[in-house]
């Protein structure tokens, strides 16, 4: 019989037994909702052009902070990206998620080793001595016909993709941590301006009702009470000079800059940002594309699909072909003699038939790891949709008590301003100053905090969108259509 006839004959059971391997979905509902529970913030004519915040690249990544006008976070936010540990480890994943790749791939192609040896030997006398060279090529290959190796190697390529967009959301995490720590030292800053505000004023209070006293025009309570308004004004404004301070150290660890260097930016006036514009799909599906740890989770239902599927090829027969050529030149008795070889095969077929539920045991657990995955995967959708709505509710909340924190404190310092002018003119008591001046300040702080907690909430939308990141097959049909919310490919790391 001919050498394709037994080749045929081996091929021909392991082809008919193919359609029984049927690895699990690679691709499950997320069981997300059809719209968002909470308002959708109104982003105004600016939306249409800032689009989403960037396209997956680190220079990109401040585009969307440029619109508060700040010349300082997008540098820190660059200098937090390069120092974090957390985008480092992210960054070596994707090293070793790519070498595992590769290696997976390599299992699919035939293997060739070579070898060179020289032996000189006598083996019994009168036998001369003799000296033999070989040199040689041996090849093997394990014909994947059931699809074991290429499973393995799919799963290993869904692995690759999910590091890549674990790298993106390390990015997106350092940046979102930066900017509230940044924003969280210039609302102390705007703090403690208003807390020195209100020591001066108590201290020229204080120095106010001591002359009276001396000229005895004022009771020595009421002096003693302007000189513990002073004392508690300079204490809340050294607590808050403190806390600044503690900003500023936390900055210089995450930004791992100088901290003379980090002083002399921040010494640079800067101002809260008003309404940092970030446009959001009334979808839900289309911003949980977005979310690269979304995208990560999904990735890892489709490795474990297909590990789930090379293990239930191992059930399977596994055919392999080997070959080899070796050129030898033996020389004794100076005669040179030629014994070349080389020779295919064999062409082996393994037929698996005992193994002590080996195999049963890893289809077990394939699929469990399955079943793990795409819980794991819906409940990150789960939670990414939290995080959004959460972000959407804080955003509403914000702004609907902006109006009224700017009125409290803008009556509440008239009140003062007038209750002040009252008592100077002896019209008033000091009791009612100071109360009106607790309040006034109460009312300050609170408008300066609700400022910080917007921005807080503008930062969480823009952490749970995904930063702008978008999935590469979303990428691939967006770079088809031209549009002014297009979005970029994520950038591979290298």
């Known amino acids: 019989m001919k050498i394709h006839r037994i080749i045929a004959l081996a091929f021909l059971p392991c082809m008919i037994a193919s359609c029984a391997v049927q690895a699990p979905p690679a691709h499950v509902d997320a069981m997300g909702p059809a719209s968002w529970g909470a ?21 990109g990544i401040a585009d969307w902070w440029k619109q508060t006008d700040d010349a300082q976070l997008p540098y820190l936010l660059e200098s937090a990206q390069l120092a974090s540990p957390t985008v480092s480890a992210a960054a070596s994943r994707i090293s070793q998620a790519r070498a595992a790749r590769v290696g997976a791939g390599a299992a699919l192609l035939p293997t060739l080793d070579s070898s060179l040896s020289a032996t000189r030997a006598r083996s019994q006398p009168p036998t001369p001595t003799g000296a033999a060279l070989q040199a040689g090529l041996q090849t093997a290959w394990e014909i994947d016909v059931f699809g074991a190796n290429a499973a393995t190697r799919d799963a290993a390529a869904a692995r690759l993709e999910g590091a890549q967009a674990a790298w993106h959301e390390a990015r997106v995490s350092v940046a979102a941590e930066t900017a509230n ?10 703090l403690l301006a208003i807390t020195r505000s209100d020591a001066q004023s108590r201290a020229e209070s204080a120095r106010l009702a001591q002359l009276a006293l001396d000229a005895g025009f004022q009771s020595p309570a009421n002096a003693a009470l302007a000189r513990a308004s002073a004392a508690e004004g300079n204490n809340r404004a050294t607590q808050q000079q403190a806390q600044c301070d503690i900003d500023i150290k936390a900055l210089t660890a995450l930004t791992a800059l100088p901290e003379a260097e980090l002083r002399q930016r ?9 309404n940092p514009v970030l446009a959001i799909d009334h979808l839900p599906a289309a911003v949980l594309a977005q979310r690269p740890d979304v995208f990560n989770a999904e990735r890892e239902v489709a490795a474990a699909s297909a590990e789930a599927g090379a293990a239930l090829a191992q059930r399977f027969p596994r055919l392999s072909l080997s070959g080899s050529v070796s050129a ?26 005992f193994d002590g539920g080996r195999r049963a045991a890893n289809i077990e657990a394939a699929q469990a790891r399955y079943d793990d995955a ?18 959407l509710v804080r955003l509403q909340s914000t702004a609907s008590r902006s109006d009224d924190a700017r009125i409290a404190a803008e009556g509440y310092r008239a009140s003062f301003n007038a209750t002040e002018a009252r008592y100077r003119g002896g019209l008033g008591s000091l009791l009612e100053l100071e109360e009106s001046r607790r309040t006034r300040l109460a009312a300050e702080l609170a ?11 503008w930062i969480a939308l823009y952490r749970a969108a995904g930063g702008g990141w978008n999935a590469p097959s979303a990428q691939a049909a967006a770079a088809k ?11 591979a790391a290298r």
């Open 481 to 491: 259509t031209t549009t002014t919310t297009t979005q970029a490919a994520p950038h």
């Open 266 to 274: 921040l010494a640079v006036p800067s101002r809260l940002p008003e």
């Open 447 to 457: 408008l300066a905090a609700l400022q910080q907690e917007r921005i807080a909430a």
């Open 39 to 59: 308002a959708l913030p109104e982003t105004g004519t600016r939306a249409a052009s800032s689009g989403l915040p960037h396209g997956g690249t680190l220079a």
């Open 181 to 190: 720590l940044y924003y969280q030292f210039r609302t102390c800053e705007l």
């Open 374 to 391: 795409v819980i794991r995967y819906r409940a990150q959708v789960r939670q990414a949709v939290r995080e959004v709505e959460e972000a």
């Open 328 to 353: 030898i030149r033996f020389r004794t008795g100076g005669a040179d003699t030629d014994l070349s070889t080389w020779s295919i095969g064999p062409l082996a077929l393994t037929l698996p038939l």
